[in-house]
Structure formats: structure tokens, C-alpha cells
């Protein structure tokens, strides 16, 4: 167990998260708030005459981060762009079709002759930033979360949840879960509790599980509070903690993410959306080869 | 002659401006007619107020600059028919119980006194008696909270949510524009609210010209008032639906303006008042929210848009003054509510969460009481002069130039042109 141990820490782990949202929801933020980095530092945002011209683009940025002698090599997935438009039709499209193209190249690489070095590409975790603005579920919402579902790992975000009161939280949750539900959408879903695991795991387990979607609020920035020093949000009437249990689901996101769920995430990704690309892939290509036969068949007869 | 001492009792909260001109004159038995002080915002010369005596009760009025102001009860006694206090502008400090001394000596200044200031009183009744109209329409994604501003603003009930029972917020598959009024009473002066909500408007996955059916919505209110005008029989008030305002919701993104607000404002601003307004402020820190709006109004500037007040109709120094400190806080960021909590003893409009209790009318924390302000207490007047003097007129002549065979002025029929407006 050790040595095994041992090899993986010595590796590295990696781990691939996608955002996608429409901008002005915290994304950026959020993400250098749950790994403490600046991954955004030069980003310039446009302004609207640009953001008029503008297709969803896919961006990656990586970093690596070490704690405690464990490396972990992080790529970010950023989708600027998406649901900016004014017409936002499919806007969805070059998103699927990034994460189609990473699995394409893990089935090659899987397929080919030197597997060493396989690089791991696939993403893992799509966050999908969802509006505090709206009602619950908007139409793109929908439609990008069932175009992905198959796809990727999602897992459902409350934006800025520091527009809404406790009650209107809570309200906005249930909502999101009844419609995610209506429309079949199928969401990361946590794994059950072994039934020997420990009280409290189970408890923190079910509580995770009803938290969905995650109302978070980021910041990187420290606040006086309490005379405590925290990372938080200064407003004329009061002070956001972004690590505050009570004030928003950050902390229960980033162990989800960080801390307990890193490694289901990866082997869901592996074994349910990636092999459901494989198989896909196996049978349109052993479609086209039956067809390439018959015809052949034909044109011989 | 013998003029009236009067013993002014200001109502807290109101600060002499200066005894600008006094002037009293009994009607009947139970009116008098006094100007006395306003409170104003922004003095900028002097400025006249007129406000009436109903048996020992205040009463309010509006200065011939459009500025509110409060008239003190006047306990005069039944005394002289009409004097002439010839009352200089004199500052004085709040709570004066003793009006200034009779000026016996000032008799001669009677005969230079005709009296046609007193037509301002005479308006001012007859606009109590006919009440205002105010048609106000909001645009925005669904969740903005705009019903919740517009039920805010008006301390009632008044938008459509609180009409539908049901509470499921459907997105309409097209943009459906609904009106609702309402009449608003408040210290005997009646108001004619109409609400115009226009669900739909953002919400859809492709929201191409979405735009159209509410430029459709304001071009057709300015057509029935043209046809009500150019009638043979007219009537004697035209009923006015015209849109006079538009309050536009932006979310507070914090970013710069979309695509779909410029696209939408750019075209609107042409035919209706714009005000945008920044919805849910609460998710904005002081810092970004300066550079919030500073994007927008760079965004506005570098698109051409214009929107109320627009510069280009200020009429004046004075107008250009006061607007100016208005269009340096446009876009109003704003948080709206219809719950009332106890804060420091005090009741008032607010948002409670677990970091604090957001005060609507605070201005430290939003400017809801700045945009209240610019629309019903000093800019209603104007708004609606704007509409109707400017972008009704400029409708006016867009259709009367095309020619119309509607046009029952003796003109030949012509065909009505469909142009794209």
C-alpha cells in the first residue's frame, strides 16, 4: 500500500476542472479563492463593442500546487464567451465538442503503441455556475447541463449567492433540484456511504448531498472581521465570509472538490463518461466498417 | 392696513430656505394662500413656492421649479382682507414660532400688487382635482426584482406579481407586454400609475430583436395619442399611454454592459426616457460598483447612448446643474424590498441576511432613494414634458411626413408607409 503510495505522491496527481457560466458570475474569483491562486492575474475582460463580436472560445490555463509534499498539476477549463450573446443559440457546441476531443485523444492514446506517458486531458469536474438573477433554471441553463450530462461531471452552482437571504437560498435550491430533476438532468451524483464508515462522514455525506446546487460566494481578498483576519466581502452593512459555513456553501464545495471527492470524480469520469465515449466511438466505427463492407459487397456482386 | 402676524410651526424635517415672498390673501372663509419656505435639494437662485391653508393642515405643493416643498400651518386669525408681507429673504432657524414683524409702513407696495402669481395656486388646484398620470415601464431578465423595485418605490402593491395569485414565474415563450394601473392617493393628490412589465424580455436562448415587440409597444401608444389629437371631435383630455419612462435592469454582473443591453438601449433610447437602473446591487462591494458603473457609462458614451437625463435637453445652467449630479450617479445601483425590519429602533424597507440587514433607503448602502427621488419627487414633470415635447413630436413628424390616411385634416388620403422604426 505504501509503495503504491509512494509512486502516485511522487508522480503528482491531476486533476482537469472546468467553469462555465455566463461572465459576471464569479467564476475567476471562485476558482483562485478555491486554490488559492491568481490563475486570472492578466486577463483583460472586454468590453461590450467587443463582447458583441465574440464566439465562446476554450481556454486552459494550469497550475501546479503543493501542499504537504503532495503535487497536484490543476487545469483549469474556461469557457468565456458562452451565453453572452444576444442570440445564444448551441452556444453549448464547442464545449462538447472540447471534452469530446480530449476523450478522442485519450482513446487513441489508449489504442496506440507507447502508453507510458499518456497524457490525461479528459475533464473531470464541470462547476456550472448558475444566476442568483434568475428564477431558478434558465432555458440555456437547461439546455447546456442536458447537452453535457453524458459528458462530464457536473456539478451545479449557486453564483454570488450573497444577493440572496437565508430563505431565498433556500427557496432558489429546492427550485434548481425540482427542475434539474423535471428535465432529467443528470447531475455528479455522491456516491453513498459505505455502511461502516463513521458517523460523521456520513452526516458531512448528507449534508453535501443536500446542499446541491453549492450557493458560494468567492474572494480572494482579507477582511478585518471579528476581529479576526478572514477572506471575505466588505460591504456598507457587513462582511461576507467566504470560509463561513453559515454565510455560504464555499467550504462544503471546496471539500467536496479538494478533499473527499477528487479521486470519485476522476473515476466516474473514467469509467461511466469516457467509456460510454468509447463505446460510442467502437460502434459508429464498426458501423462504418459494416457499411464500408456492404458497400463494397454490393459493388463486387 | 393691517398685515396678518403669522406663526409658522415647521414639521420636522423641514428647514427654512429663506422667506422668498409673502403673500396672503383670503378666499372664502376657510383658504389662505401662503408662500412661505421650501426645502430645496439644490438651490440655485430663488425659486417661488405656493401652498394652501386647509383649516390648520399642511399641506404641499410643487414650486413653479418642479422642486417639492411643505408649507407650514399658518394659525392666522380672521384679519386682514389681502396684505402684502413684504418679507426679504431672511434664513431663519428652524422651529420659528414668530413670523416676522408686520411692516406697517409697507402699505404703498399694495398698488404695484396685481396678483397673477396666483395662478400658480390656481394650477396647482386644478392638478390636484385632475390628478397625474404616470406610465412607467420595466425592462429587464426575469429576476431582476423588478417588480419588487416598482412595489418599492411606490410603497404598495402595484406590480403584476402581486395581481396574479399564482406565484410559478413562467418565462413566456414571447415577449408579452402587460399593463397594469393603478391609482395612488397620497395627501390628497391623486396619481394614475400604470405599470408596464414586459416578461420575456432576455430570458430565451436566442433573444434576437427581442427589442421589437416593446419599440412596437411605445410607437403605437405615441400612434393612438396622434389619432386622438388629430380627430375633428377631440376629446377634452386625451387619455395619455404613452410610455414617459423606462426603467432598463441591468444585472450586476460587475463586468461592463452585454450585448443584449446595448443592442436594447441604443434603439429605445431614440424613442422612450431611458433610466438604467443596476439591479441587485447587493452583490457589489463600494469599489466595484464605482467601477461598475464607470465601465457602463464609458460602454454608453462609446455607443452614443443616451439616456435620461440627456444632456442634449437641458434647458438651462440651472437644469444643467442639477442633472449633472444626477447623470454622475446614473446608473442608480438599487436594492429593492417589500419587508420591513426593526433597525435601531426604526422600522424600514430592508434585506436580512446572515452578515447584516441592507437598508433600501440608506444611501450609504444603495441609491434607491436617489432614483425615487429623480422620478417622482423632483423629475416627473420633466419626464413626462420630455415625452411629450420631444420624443412624441419627433414621432409626430416621422408619421406626418410619410403621409397618412388617417390624417382627418382635410389632407388627401395618402398610403400609410410601414417604415421600420
Given amino acids: 500500500m505504501t509503495r503504491i503510495h509512494r509512486k502516485s505522491v511522487k508522480k503528482g496527481f491531476d486533476f482537469t476542472l472546468m467553469v462555465a457560466g455566463e461572465s459576471g458570475l464569479g467564476k475567476s474569483t471562485l476558482v483562485n479563492s478555491l486554490f488559492l491562486t491568481d490563475l486570472y492575474r492578466d486577463r483583460k475582460l472586454l468590453g461590450a463593442e467587443e463582447r458583441i463580436m465574440q464566439t465562446v472560445e476554450i481556454t486552459k490555463h494550469a497550475v501546479d500546487i503543493e501542499e504537504k509534499g503532495v503535487r497536484l498539476r490543476l487545469t483549469i477549463v474556461d469557457t468565456p464567451g458562452f451565453g453572452d450573446a444576444v442570440n445564444n443559440t448551441e452556444c453549448w457546441k464547442p464545449v462538447a465538442e472540447y471534452i469530446d476531443q480530449q476523450f478522442e485523444q485519450y482513446f487513441r492514446d489508449e489504442s496506440g503503441l ?22 431558478g433554471l434558465r432555458p440555456l441553463d437547461v439546455e447546456f447541463m442536458k447537452a453535457l450530462h453524458q459528458r462530464v461531471n457536473i456539478v451545479p452552482i449557486l453564483a454570488k449567492a450573497d444577493t440572496l437571504t437565508p430563505p431565498e437560498v433556500d427557496c432558489k435550491k429546492r427550485k434548481i433540484r425540482e427542475e434539474i430533476e423535471r428535465f432529467g438532468i443528470k447531475i455528479y451524483q455522491f456516491p453513498d456511504c459505505d455502511s461502516d464508515e463513521d458517523e460523521d462522514f456520513k452526516l458531512q455525506d448528507q449534508a453535501l448531498k443536500e446542499s446541491i446546487p453549492f450557493a458560494v460566494i468567492g474572494s480572494n481578498t482579507v477582511v478585518e472581521a471579528r476581529g479576526r483576519r478572514v477572506r471575505g466581502r466588505l460591504y456598507p452593512w457587513g462582511i461576507v465570509e467566504v470560509e463561513n459555513p453559515g454565510h455560504c456553501d464555499f467550504v462544503k464545495l471546496r471539500t467536496m472538490l479538494v478533499r473527499t471527492h477528487m479521486q470519485d470524480l476522476k473515476d466516474v469520469t473514467r469509467e461511466t463518461h469516457y467509456e460510454n465515449y468509447r463505446a460510442q466511438c467502437i460502434q459508429s466505427m464498426t458501423r462504418l466498417v459494416v457499411k464500408e463492407r456492404n458497400r463494397k459487397d454490393r459493388s463486387r456482386n | 392696513w393691517e398685515c396678518l402676524q403669522v406663526a409658522v410651526e415647521l414639521p420636522q424635517g423641514w428647514r427654512p430656505q429663506g422667506l422668498v415672498q409673502g403673500s396672503l390673501q383670503r378666499e372664502g372663509s376657510s383658504r389662505l394662500l401662503l408662500c412661505v419656505m421650501r426645502q430645496s435639494k439644490e438651490t440655485a437662485g430663488p425659486t417661488l413656492g405656493w401652498g394652501g391653508w386647509r383649516q390648520g393642515r399642511l399641506c404641499q405643493g410643487e414650486g413653479e421649479d418642479g422642486l417639492g416643498f411643505c408649507v407650514a400651518t399658518v394659525g392666522a386669525t380672521e384679519a386682514a382682507p389681502s396684505c402684502v408681507g413684504d418679507m426679504a429673504d431672511t434664513h431663519r432657524d428652524a422651529g420659528l414660532k414668530q413670523a416676522p414683524a408686520p411692516r406697517n409702513e409697507k402699505a404703498p407696495v399694495d398698488f404695484g400688487y396685481v396678483g397673477i402669481d396666483s395662478i400658480l395656486e390656481q394650477m396647482r388646484r386644478k392638478a390636484m382635482k385632475q390628478g397625474f398620470e404616470f406610465n412607467i415601464m420595466v425592462v429587464g431578465q426575469s429576476g431582476l426584482g423588478k417588480s419588487t423595485l416598482i412595489n418599492t418605490l411606490f410603497k404598495s402593491k402595484i406590480s403584476r406579481k402581486s395581481v396574479q395569485p399564482t406565484s410559478e414565474e413562467r418565462i413566456p415563450k414571447t415577449i408579452e407586454i402587460k399593463s397594469i394601473t393603478h391609482d395612488i392617493e397620497e395627501k390628497g393628490v391623486r396619481m394614475k400609475l400604470t405599470v408596464i412589465d414586459t416578461p420575456g424580455f432576455g430570458d430565451h436562448i436566442n433573444n434576437e430583436n427581442c427589442w421589437q415587440p416593446i419599440m412596437k409597444f411605445i410607437n403605437d401608444q405615441y400612434e393612438k395619442y396622434l389619432q386622438e389629437e388629430v380627430n375633428i371631435n377631440r376629446k377634452k383630455r386625451i387619455p395619455d399611454t404613452r410610455v414617459h419612462c423606462c426603467l432598463y435592469f441591468i444585472p450586476a454582473t460587475g463586468h461592463s454592459l452585454r450585448p443584449l443591453d446595448i443592442e436594447f438601449m441604443k434603439r429605445l433610447s431614440k424613442v422612450v426616457n431611458i433610466v438604467p437602473v443596476i439591479a441587485k446591487a447587493d452583490t457589489l462591494t463600494l469599489e466595484e460598483r464605482v467601477h461598475f458603473k464607470q465601465r457602463i457609462t464609458a460602454d454608453l458614451l462609446s455607443n452614443g447612448i443616451d439616456v435620461y437625463p440627456q444632456k442634449e435637453f437641458d434647458e438651462d445652467s440651472e437644469d444643467r446643474l442639477v442633472n449633472e449630479k444626477f447623470r454622475e450617479m446614473i446608473p442608480f445601483a438599487v436594492v ?34 436617489y432614483l425615487r427621488d429623480l422620478l417622482i419627487r423632483t423629475h416627473m414633470q420633466n419626464i413626462k414634458d420630455i415625452t411629450s415635447s420631444i420624443h412624441f413630436e419627433a414621432y409626430r413628424v416621422k408619421r406626418l411626413n410619410e403621409g397618412s390616411s388617417t390624417v382627418a385634416n382635410g389632407v388627401e388620403e395618402k398610403e400609410p408607409d410601414a417604415p421600420e422604426m
Avoid: M
Fill in chain 1, 114 to 135: 507507447n502508453r507510458k506517458n499518456i497524457q490525461d486531458n479528459r475533464v473531470h469536474c464541470c462547476l456550472y455556475f448558475i444566476s442568483p438573477f434568475g428564477h
Fill in chain 2, 336 to 369: 429593492g424590498s417589500d419587508h420591513e425590519y426593526q433597525v435601531n429602533g426604526k422600522r424600514i424597507l430592508g434585506r436580512k441576511t446572515k452578515w447584516g440587514t441592507i437598508e433600501v433607503e440608506n444611501t450609504t448602502h444603495c441609491e434607491f432613494a
